[in-house]
């Protein structure tokens, strides 16, 4: 039997009838098909900053000596209504806030302003707040910004958990206190922390209470989605006065309305309603940023009303407007030449390269710190590196002397990521291609920050190139600029790191040994 012809002994099923299966479009419960819009324009800003009534004057006259002229869109959106709905904390269920806008976009301000606003009326200390970041540097970062906007205009006590030569013990005797009379006491109205700590105090600290909390924010909350990573959210559910209602029923309508609102802030927020529910979010309300690309449309509804469509732009994350992206080409063994050549040709000052290990880290820092001695053409490059193998001290030293323009580049591993808000970096560059898209949104939004020009460089292997391609799809973002840089464009270093090597690798063998003291006491022994 020719195969190609069907036999008529067999009866074919639906040959003709055959038809496509429409895709399934995800649909999202409402509150995240439906957002409010937040704008990603910071150059054109509408409400000044005196412009917002309900914030207190000292708190006006702080942001102006900050130079702050405008408020931005996420600020101008929050502020008033985090504040406007905590006057009805006693007698109505706040809804919790889910906030996703761009990197450097100023949602620390649009949180630190209504808690200060909101807590300032109550005269007695009690804590009432509660900032939880994934990282200790962050939290110093957050810390600070509370602690300028509060000093010398507001009674109100902020404490840094983990802080330098803070004992848990020291720590402990100023959160809490014991009075006869009265049993324990709060000290402080305000907590700023990493998880770790926090659960450490829920645990050992006699009179440690959420019970008053009127805020839990979860700064970079997408850190905190995954359940098995983060059982101490459990723990401060379980802490809380009132965890629910999360639904508003008719059953639930005599509980008590004194719940914490829960903000959630990221430029990476999941928008995923599995990953968010063990949060036990109550009637959440999204705030969230969209770019409209060229040659496409914001969805609208069919009526005309404006109203996003379901599911169609939520989940994707946004950039800020004023970062260019590119990419270079490169095959792996020119990329320390290409990134030396990047920094010289384009004259690149305060750069910052993320690398994907510490050794890698201190490697390139060497090399290019090498290359620069070896280079008489131009001036001294001044590289130094950030990673955990650096020093606290030195660590905060380095940023210093970064910020205040005495570091050109600064070479680091991705604990400079996330949040870390350094002044006017111009450059990101990534040495090695990220795996994931929130790994690349959040290292690239180290520039560009507050309405400020920045570039990010992505260097690209030919073996990575399809990689990347994927996570700039699901990224939300297409191809982007190639930077061309030419091999003959590198032969003038040839010899410049042909020198390099060889000086790195014989300081190497030169440097003396170091012998610990304990293997030096153990020698001393054997001797004896
Ligand atoms: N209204 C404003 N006017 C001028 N500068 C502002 C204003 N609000 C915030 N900034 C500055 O913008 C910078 C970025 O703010 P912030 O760190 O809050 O961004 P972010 O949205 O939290 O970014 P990330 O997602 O990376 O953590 C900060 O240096 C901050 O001082």
Redesign the pocket.
Known sequence: MDSTTPSSEFTLIDTHGFKKNKKVKRVLPDWLAKPTVVSVDLKH?EVP?DGIPELDPALVQK?KN???????P??NQLVPWIIKTQKHWDYRWLRDLCIS??????????YVLPIIQTLKTFSRHQLRALIVLPTKD?AV?VYK?FLYYIKNAFDLRVLLLESKNMTLEKEKERIVQYDSSIGWIDLVDIIVTTPGRLVDHLYYTEGFSLKNLRFLVL??ADSFTNILQNEWLHKVNDSLAYNGPTKCTLNTLNDSPQRTQRLL???TLTQDPEKLKFLKLFEPKLFTSIIKRKNTQLPTDTTGTDEPVRGDFVGKYTTPKELKEYMVLCPEENKPLTLYHLIRSKGLKRVICFVKSKIEVHRLTRLLCKLSEFDTNNSPLRVNEISSDVTQKAHSGYIKQFSNGKIDVLICTDSLA????I?LISCVILYNVPKYPKNYI?RI??TA???HKGKAITFVTPEHKELFENVLNSAGKTSLKNMKVDISDLEQYEQMYIDALKAIKTESTQKPKTVSKRRLKKKKQLKK
């Open positions: 800003l900053i942001l900050k130079g702050c002229t405008h408020f931005f996420v600020q806008a761009p990197t450097g976009s100023g949602k620390t301000l649009s962050l970062q910004v700064d970079e802030f990221s430029a996330r949040g870390i808000d002044e959040h939004g180290r920050r507050a309405g």
